[in-house]
């Protein structure tokens, strides 16, 4: 299998956008997502089959002259199940749309339980600085008052 450079960044081009839309937040993009790595795949298929060849028909040519038929029916096969991914995910981005008016992909349950422990520690940390702050500014007032640090009671020491 030679597989040249080109196509090897194509191919890795290909893939890079169809798994960035896949893990967008609106549905049309996720569905361009799996077509475009339905064509990533189909294109893997062609160039794993070599270059092109005669035809396999048994008796025209010699078996080492010939094409392998094995990709180009992988690609095929691939091509009818990417059509019907395809409509399958429209069929199911329209419902969606229908029931909620938009086409965002909903959170789980567990993406707001992640949601929910993050504000938890936010105000957490925002109440822990808060505390620190108000002592911070008690200990300022109570140098104000007394005018030494650490508070003392207010009698001098005799030296």
């Known amino acids: 299998m030679n597989i040249d450079v080109v196509t090897l960044l194509v191919l890795a081009v290909v893939y890079g956008v169809g798994f960035y839309l896949l893990l967008q937040r609106s549905l049309m993009q996720v569905i ?7 064509h ?24 080492e002259a010939m094409a392998d038929p094995l990709p180009q ?8 199940i990417t059509f019907g991914l395809t409509t399958f995910l429209l069929a199911l981005a329209y419902r969606a749309w229908v029931l909620l008016g938009h086409d965002e992909v909903q959170d789980d349950l567990e993406d707001r339980r992640l949601r929910v422990a993050e504000l938890a520690r936010e ?31 207010g009698r001098e020491r005799a030296e």
């Open 32 to 38: 361009l997502g799996f077509v475009v790595l339905g």
């Open 40 to 63: 990533g795949a189909n294109l893997f298929l062609q160039a794993a089959g070599g270059p092109p060849a005669a035809p396999a028909f048994v008796g025209l040519v010699s078996p």
């Open 73 to 80: 029916a992988l690609a095929l096969t691939a091509v009818v």
């Open 123 to 153: 105000r957490r940390r925002h109440a822990e600085d808060a505390d620190a702050d108000d002592i911070g500014d008690m200990a300022d007032d109570n140098e104000a008052t007394h005018g030494e640090a650490g508070g003392g009671d």
